[in-house]
């Protein structure tokens, strides 16, 4: 059984308390400095937005930090979220295997 772990840390938290408060700046003024309408980076923030590889360079920008810092962070929640959703599980368990489903085809045809 996979021990379970908890979240990783989304972009919005690391937005919020790594950048915007210890730099004192608003969603409204990282919006400007980033060229999108605070609508978008409300909802990053928010974690009510997933974070797109057009915001992961603007944020690499905006920090100097790295497209991959941001991209990073964001793979490993989506990671989480799939791993322990048992919905998703349950969908993944019904996947076949090109293998098996390519022998599966050639037993067809001999039968």
Do not use: C
């Amino acid at each position: 059984m996979k021990q379970a772990t908890r979240k990783p840390t989304t972009v919005g938290d690391i937005l919020l308390y790594e950048y915007l408060e210890p730099l004192d700046l608003k969603i409204n003024e990282l919006a400007q400095m980033l060229h999108v309408h605070r609508n978008s980076v409300s909802a990053l923030v928010n974690n009510n937005r997933k974070l797109t590889t057009d915001m992961a360079f603007r944020l690499a920008k905006a920090f100097d930090t790295s497209v991959d810092f941001w991209l990073n962070l964001q793979a490993a929640v989506d990671l989480w979220e799939v791993e322990n959703d048992p919905r998703a599980q349950e969908e993944l368990s019904r996947i076949v295997p090109v293998a098996r489903f390519i022998a599966s085809k050639a037993d067809k045809k001999i039968a």
